[in-house]
């Protein structure tokens, strides 16, 4: 069963969402891009935490409600791209990058067997409460 939240992160009332589980909750909120789970817990902190990136880690939040952390998400979609969050804790930003066909001079630089490449070069950027429209240019979402 699902149903909107308001987000502990950017407090947002209609783009936060709670997926109930027979086991655990699940939240995604499409607004600021934070994600969490009930199992996500202060105990449960150093796992939770694993190899994620520097920002991700340090932008982190506790929920002191329902007393789990929150994280910014990082959307893989294969062929559609990849949606992540990049800059310094106290300024960054939503980032989507494309994949690519491979040029031929890229070819003979990265090898033969490459088709395609993540262009983040080129990655668009979008601000850190603008989450939604990253996910719509990945074409992951219509209307929320």
């Known amino acids: 069963m699902e149903r909107v939240i308001t987000c502990p992160i950017c407090e947002s009332t209609d783009h936060c969402f709670e997926e109930m589980q027979e086991d655990y909750s699940s939240y995604m909120c499409f607004n600021c891009g934070f994600m969490s789970d009930t199992r996500f817990t202060d105990d449960a902190e150093e796992t939770v ?31 559609l791209g990849l949606i992540f969050p990049e800059g310094s804790i106290n300024n960054w930003s939503w980032k989507y990058a494309t994949v690519k066909k491979i040029s031929s001079k890229e070819k003979k630089d990265l090898g033969d067997q490459y088709e395609s490449i993540l262009d983040v070069k080129s990655a668009k950027t979008y601000q850190k409460y603008d989450f939604l429209s990253a996910c719509k240019a990945m074409g992951i979402v219509k209307d929320i």
Do not use: H, Y
């Not at 932008?59 to 910014?72: A, C, G, S, V, Y």
């Open 49 to 79: 935490q694993g190899d994620s990136s520097l920002l991700i880690n340090e932008l982190k939040t506790f929920d002191k409600e329902r007393k789990i952390w929150w994280f910014p998400s990082v959307v893989n979609m294969g062929a």
